[in-house]
């Protein structure tokens, strides 16, 4: 089953409802594929990215079975992209979580950092620097 299945709907609804009602041309998303491969498990991710925003899908597979796979959307800042993962958790339960890449020679590095909730919304603390360690982070490289 495809990744964007469930969610190729929605693009296009959101492309049609962007170009409905004004005289500029739709917006055409520009999506790069990322793939990681750490201790056997893979992680692939399809970024749209523009100055500001980040939005796209992910796909975490852990030893060849599937674990996780949902949106991701968030806030460039600088080098860094940092938002929340909505995901199907091993086809069972949705969940959102923070995420972070770090933008380095090329390719990106998932982050990984102490997780607090504010208002039910999970976030990064922001007194705990995000770990970028590319030994223990997915790693991801253009496709």
Not at 10 to 15: I, N, P, R, Y
Not at 49 to 57: A, D, L, P, V
């Amino acid at each position: 089953m495809s990744l964007f299945k469930h969610h190729y709907p929605l693009l296009v609804l959101a492309l049609l409802i962007t170009s409905c009602g004004n005289n500029q041309k739709p917006t055409q998303l520009t999506y790069v594929k990322y793939v990681a491969h750490k201790q056997g498990d893979t992680a692939i991710v399809l970024l749209n990215q523009s100055k500001e925003m980040f939005t796209g899908t992910m796909m975490i597979n852990e030893h060849g079975v599937f674990r996780d796979s949902g949106t991701v959307k968030g806030l460039v800042k600088g080098d860094t992209l940092i938002g929340e993962f909505h995901f199907l958790h091993y086809k069972l339960e949705w969940k959102r979580k923070p995420v972070a890449f770090l933008m380095k020679n090329n390719h990106l590095i998932m982050g990984e950092g102490i997780t607090k909730m504010t208002v039910g919304i999970p976030h990064f603390d922001p007194s705990v620097p995000i770990d970028f360690s590319e030994d223990k982070q997915f790693v991801f490289f253009r496709d």
